[in-house]
């Protein structure tokens, strides 16, 4: 049946919807589902905030275990050398370009010449390489090194400007290796190649 075309523009009862000029037996409703797009927002919070909790869990379990990561392994290479081996976990940050990155093991390296325990401005191997200044303290009874080392962030002929090393702290000696003499030997060739 048709209905009155003067009705056409007004409001039909039940959810709003503009009346069709022809009556069917199935209509549609206008009306939209207001809470379809909050239901999403809230959907996506939550997910959100389920995400960062679980990075935050992360980082912060990989903290408590921090040192189990950082220590020193000494290698005693006779001649009044040593070196020491650092293994420090770092905070990487959230993400990267290859995504989360976390906590990550970082590892340094310094030759130490002479008796000590105290050792001015070492030769440090840096990560990223560069030029490092300070202190390195052996303390053999104990097992344990202490790194004061600063970075050089200074351009060369400019003022000397420098920042905290961020591995400096006290390291256990996790484990020392003497080295035999053709380690020696092969040890010290290397070392001296590399210095000139």
Known sequence: MWR???????????KG???PMLHTAHGWPALPDHGRWAGNMRLFGTTILLAFGLLTSTGCMSSRNAREH????LHEVGRGYSELIFSRREWGGFWGPEGYIGFRDVGYS???SGAGPLYTNPFFNDNPPGRCIGTITMNREQSRVTLSMSRVVSKPGAPERT???PANGTYPIKSVIIFTPRQQEAWLKDW???RK
């Open 70 to 73: 950082n220590y020193v392994i």
């Open 192 to 194: 001296t190649g590399s």
């Open 17 to 19: 919807g503009i009346p």
């Open 110 to 112: 310094a030759i130490l």
């Open 4 to 14: 009155d075309l003067r009705a056409a523009n007004k409001r039909d009862a039940g």
């Open 163 to 165: 920042h905290a090393h």
